[in-house]
């Protein structure tokens, strides 16, 4: 998840291949998250944010898509993110949990929420660095 994008764009094909870039990036994003994300979501209450989830999950581009294609599902995981982030930041570091199960190892939830906001906000700001390209 810690991988570094350069954004410097000169021409058409570099574009193209920061989108696949950032389809990568957000698909190993939801690999690597959307369990943790659901955990903390069910725990703090926000069970709405699962459509969401869910949302991002139903996403899908055909092989035969063109750039613009591309760029419309981008932007609409965009969209689901920014929704997600808001969520995800409303919720208090010290909120009192529904259930007590869900997370591996001693961390406390502050923990899981700081570091699944941050990672959030990167993987917005990469698809918001691909799509004003």
């Given at each position: 998840m810690n991988s570094i994008?350069?954004?410097h764009v000169s021409s058409p094909a570099d574009s193209q291949l920061l989108l696949?870039?950032?389809?990568?990036?957000?698909?190993a994003?939801?690999?690597?998250?959307?369990?943790?994300l659901g955990r903390?979501?069910?725990?703090?209450?926000?069970r709405h944010a699962a459509a969401a989830l869910e949302?991002?999950?139903?996403?899908?581009?055909?092989p035969s898509s063109d750039e613009a294609a591309?760029?419309?599902?981008?932007?609409?995981?965009r969209a689901s993110l920014n929704f997600l982030c808001d969520i995800l930041c409303a919720i208090p570091s010290r909120c009192?949990?529904?259930?007590?199960?869900g997370f591996p190892g001693p961390a406390p939830l502050h923990v899981h929420l700081g570091w699944s906001a941050a990672r959030l906000v990167d993987?917005?700001?990469?698809?918001?660095?691909?799509l004003a390209s």
């Open positions: 994008i350069l954004t696949e870039a950032a389809l990568e990036r957000l698909g994003w939801l690999d690597d998250e959307r369990d943790t903390i979501f069910a725990q703090c209450g926000r949302g991002l999950d139903q996403l899908h581009l055909e591309l760029r419309d599902l981008l932007d609409e995981a009192r949990l529904e259930t007590a199960w993987l917005i700001s990469t698809l918001d660095r691909a």
